[in-house]
């Protein structure tokens, strides 16, 4: 079982935050990949697209989940809440970045 889940929620078809967001975390250091996933929720007319054309290639665990187009951020976010089986979460917006190339480290140390 992984540490941690980060449950990022996103609203656009070709958002380029969540591209920066997933750089970010490929540039955290002295991190094991197998420590995390990543739980994207994304719209639902735009989940395939966003799959298949940003997340792909990445060597730590990534999950989908389309969501219905009309639902808040609450949603979303409880959407991802119920797919995630990691006794920590953390919440992400794709244009949040972490402080410092060591802070997941830091994160991941105390839990």
Not at 16 to 39: A, C, G, P, T, W
Request: charged share 30%; glycine share 2%; proline share 4%.
């Amino acid at each position: 079982m992984k540490k941690l889940d980060i449950i990022v929620t996103t609203y656009e078809e070709s958002d380029d935050y969540i591209s920066d967001f997933m750089h970010m975390l490929v540039m955290q250091r002295d991190i094991k990949h197998d420590e995390f996933n990543v739980i994207v929720v994304c719209m639902e007319k735009y989940e395939r697209d966003i799959r298949e054309r940003i997340l792909f290639g990445y060597d730590f665990n990534i999950i989908t989940i389309p969501a219905p187009d009309d639902a808040n951020v609450s949603v979303y976010r409880n959407i991802g809440l119920a797919a995630s089986d990691a006794p920590w979460v953390m919440f992400g917006e794709p244009d949040d970045l972490l402080s410092d190339i060591y802070s997941l480290r830091s994160i991941l140390e105390v839990l």
